[in-house]
């Protein structure tokens, strides 16, 4: 067998198939069963079923909401295979790309961090807004259907609004809780005391008319 060349590596006369990497040749294979070329054109396709992977990974990634950590692991995953790849081809180059997507994931991350932190803030605020509504409700409302129907609403509204951070949430349901419940304390107050004043009116009318009677 003679030596055949590549540009990126050799199958020498023995057989021993060799990638050239950034820090020198690699044996990568020993092949015995044909000739030199079919070699180099066994160990080429390795390469290129590689960079085929690499390929969808870097389309994967510029045209999917795929999740980081799925990014992640994925572009690692490659690393990991092309650092000890038994492949004919510019490994080095598929390693800096790979690089590069490792780079844009960790880009990726920071502004998916980013917008669950704003998404957070805002949901924080939305949920500030109902409470401070609701405690001015429960502290100055004088029309009590009205005001009834929009405390409902304001717990829907709740509900349907995103979780903002736990702390901040779990005290904001605190005033939320307490200002329904001073709402409707007031409101029970009110109707006690309006049913009170009626009675009273009756029981003097009943008496007017009982002296009356008498007097009659």
Same mark, same amino acid.
């Given at each position: 067998m003679t030596t055949a060349y590549h540009p990126w590596g050799r199958v020498d006369a023995d057989g021993t198939v060799y990638v050239r990497t950034a820090d020198g040749e690699r044996v990568i294979g020993s092949w015995q069963a044909g000739s030199p070329e079919e070699a180099i054109a066994f160990f080429a396709r390795k390469y290129e079923a590689l960079e085929t992977e690499v390929v969808l990974l870097e389309q994967r990634i510029a045209t999917t909401d795929?999740?980081?950590?799925?990014a992640s692991a994925s572009v690692q995953r490659l690393l990991q295979h092309t650092a000890d790849a038994n492949a004919l081809g510019d490994l080095d180059g598929l390693r800096a790309r790979l690089e590069r997507l490792t780079e844009d994931v960790g880009h990726r991350r920071e502004e998916a961090k980013a917008a669950r932190e704003q998404a957070r803030v805002a949901a924080r605020e939305t949920k500030e807004r109902i409470v401070a509504e609701a405690e001015q409700i429960a502290a100055e409302a004088t029309h009590w259907k009205s005001s009834g129907e929009r405390m409902r609403e304001l717990l829907e509204e709740w509900k349907a609004a995103p979780h903002a951070e736990r702390a901040a949430e779990a005290v904001l349901w605190k005033r939320l809780s307490a200002a %329904?419940?001073?709402?409707?304390? %007031? %409101?029970k107050a009110y109707f006690a005391n309006l049913e009170a004043e009626r009675e009273d009116v009756r029981a003097r009318k009943e008496k007017l008319c009982a002296d009356a009677e008498e007097l009659s």
């Open positions: 795929m999740a980081p950590a799925q %329904r419940n001073a709402f409707t304390k %007031r %409101r």
